[in-house]
């Protein structure tokens, strides 16, 4: 076996923050703050400058630990041990078998404070939202006149989705910085700890910070999208449900219908797998035809542009892509890959609803 040098005995800070904040184990961290600063502050009190504690007073504060976090949650449901409780038991159990000497504890502390400011970090971030998606779509539709430009909704699709990625992370990176900052200041001054340690602690907070920064950008981003296509639709005064609806394992963003048909649309940063979920269910969906509309080309290859087309769906691309230059020319794709340019005029086409242009 190859060299390995993520020992977890050697990133127990980084393990600590994540079994904290994990939801197999209730995310505990996320619902106990007021407990874990208690706990932390306790930690502080009794390990201040102590390197010499006993085998028996690291039994003591581990005693502590258990005693704290059981205690801060409801142990029974009715008639039987909540769940809750038994998540935060195998919580317990896995810091108490990382905690092995008074290192151990400074490192749980750490941890402690950690989550907590990520979280209280995540909660004050300020969020991309529907003001910032509509003053994009509104400035990449209007042309210099002031009119509004049909060829341009893709591009404002993209740019809501671009900017939108850029802003939370600076959002979210700017406390960090301020954060991480303190941190080093803090763990430099401490006489036990090397260069190289502190290098390992902060690694492992940053580590766990954007973990938990990720996972919420991702959680927004469908509803970034799924509020900029509405507006997209608002702009051009074509009448749509502006609502995601799901059907089963389905989801569609949104559905257009006139008088002379209907579309359902999914409008995602990629194509991936889950396209085929809305395939041969048009009937189900209440839709003549589902509209795709990716962002990133990666996920869009000839056998789901065919899979597309057997259905009688379509998927919008650039004109500057080389999906759309490699197929634009098959016949049996003709129907089916569509140029981004021409998506409102193709909806109004084909639903023969009325639109401002």
Known sequence: MADYSGDPSEFKVYWFARDLVAS????????????????????????????????????????????????????????????????????????????????????????????????????????????????????????????????????????????????????????????????MQALRSDPYLSEREVARIVSGIVQEYERRAGQSR??????????????????????ATGTPEHFGDIEIDNMVSGSDGSIGFSCKRTLRERFRQSLSREAEIGVDEVWFVSLLMADVSREKLQDISNDGGRIYVPRDSFVWNRYRDDEELSDTLRPADQFIRDVVEFTGVPARF
Do not use: C, W
């Not at 407990?35 to 502080?44: F, V």
């Open 218 to 239: 991702a959680s927004t981003a469908g509803n970034v999208l799924e509020t900029g296509l509405q507006h997209i639709f608002g702009r051009f005064d074509i009448p």
């Open 24 to 183: 197999s184990f209730g995310g505990y961290a996320t619902k106990e703050v007021d407990t874990l600063k208690q706990l932390s502050a306790h930690l502080e009190e009794n390990l201040d400058d102590d390197q010499q504690m006993t085998e028996s007073a690291v039994e003591v504060q581990k005693q502590h630990i258990e005693d704290t976090i059981t205690g801060s949650v409801t142990r029974t449901y009715g008639d039987d041990i909540s769940k809750r409780y038994r998540q935060t038991e195998d919580l317990v159990e896995r810091i108490l078998r990382r905690i092995e000497e008074p290192d151990d504890l400074r490192e749980f502390g750490i941890a402690i404070d950690a989550v907590v400011r990520t979280s209280e970090i995540l909660d004050m971030t300020p969020s991309f939202g529907e003001s910032e998606i509509v003053e994009i779509v509104d400035e990449t539709l209007e042309n210099e006149s002031g009119t509004l430009d049909p060829a341009a909704a893709y591009d404002a699709l993209f740019n809501v989705d671009f900017e939108g990625e850029a802003y939370q992370l600076g959002a979210q990176r700017e406390p960090l910085i301020e954060y991480v900052h303190e941190k």
